[in-house]
């Protein structure tokens, strides 16, 4: 489960507004508000738009205790050279 915390840290990481989060996830201002306040009770739908979007910048959402140690928390997916192809690179003309 996402918290809060997450979803305000991922924000504040990417420099996005809520306004501009809003946009990206097709979700009211207050609905990311309501969710930087209290994930727990709200739409998981909501939950999930907002994720996708932020997923969508690079940022990975780490469960507690998913490294071993420590709670939940969020960061930068690194590409490698070699990866292949990022994803907002994909289009029609590399389809293999």
């Not at 990311?32 to 690079?58: C, F, N, P, Q, T």
């Amino acid at each position: 489960m996402i918290t809060s915390a997450q979803l305000r840290g991922a924000r504040a990481m990417l420099r996005l507004t809520t306004e501009a989060l809003a946009n990206e996830s097709k979700l009211p201002i207050s609905s990311i508000e309501a969710l930087e306040m209290d994930v727990d009770s709200k739409d998981m739908k909501a939950v999930a738009a907002v994720r996708a979007a932020l997923e969508s910048h690079g940022i990975i959402f780490l469960a507690g205790g998913s490294d071993g140690t420590g709670g939940a928390g969020i960061r930068f997916k690194h590409w490698a050279e070699n990866d292949g192809i990022r994803p907002e690179n994909l289009n029609a003309t590399n389809d293999d």
